[in-house]
């Protein structure tokens, strides 16, 4: 519950960190070109995050990642080139950052009900995120409690 909460906190910053750099985004801006777009990025998350929980964690994780460098503009997708200097090599991403599969198959996905590329890469990266964190809160996870009553440490621990 905590690691949830931890992770839907973190995921609302980022969002509507994206929203103030770029005002004139709207949240029904799908609605008349491809209705289907936004329920096609969120079946594929929930069925990544079905098949492995962590993953979950790691679309989150991407897209704070590409948001770190030039705003949140799917930079991180791009792969090392003669002309490109890729994010997604860089050492703190490199063998690291995860999920590029899941967005591979979501741009698929999207572009197959939409008939053609009409999200933006950007787009899929932030819903994937967004969408990992709710499928995550219907998750748990054990935790072994109690802490104070076993403990030998002192109050000040
Ligand atoms: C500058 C601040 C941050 C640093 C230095 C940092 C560093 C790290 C490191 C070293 C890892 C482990 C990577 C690995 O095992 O390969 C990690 C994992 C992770 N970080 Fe951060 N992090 C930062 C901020 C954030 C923020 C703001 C978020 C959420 C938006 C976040 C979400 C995550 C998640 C979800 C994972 C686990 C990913 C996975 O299991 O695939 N981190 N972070």
Same mark, same amino acid.
């Given at each position: ?34 209705? @289907?777009?936004?329920?096609? &990025? #969120?079946?594929? =998350?929930?069925? %990544? ?7 979950? !964690? ?42 590029? @599969?899941?967005?591979?198959? &979501? #741009?698929?996905? =999207?572009?197959? %009900? ?7 890469? !950007? ?35």
């Amino acid at each position: 519950m905590v690691s949830s909460s931890f992770f839907f906190l973190h995921v609302l910053i980022m969002l509507s960190f994206t929203v103030m750099v770029f005002s004139d985004l709207s949240n029904d801006f799908y609605d008349d070109v491809c209705p @289907e777009a936004l329920p096609t &990025i #969120k079946r594929v =998350v929930e069925d %990544a995050v079905r098949q492995e929980r962590r993953m979950g !964690a790691s679309l989150l994780r991407l897209h704070f990642h590409d948001c770190f460098v030039n705003g949140c503009d799917a930079s991180i997708l791009l792969d090392q080139t003669e002309t490109i200097d890729s994010e997604k090599t860089a050492r703190p991403n490199n063998n690291s950052i995860r999920g590029f @599969e899941v967005i591979d198959k &979501i #741009k698929s996905e =999207v572009n197959k %009900a939409c008939g053609h590329p009409i999200v933006s890469c !950007a787009d899929i990266v932030a819903v994937a995120a967004r969408d990992s964190v709710v499928a995550m809160q219907s998750l748990s996870m054990y935790l072994d409690v109690g802490y104070n009553r076993r403990s030998k440490g002192s109050v000040e621990q």
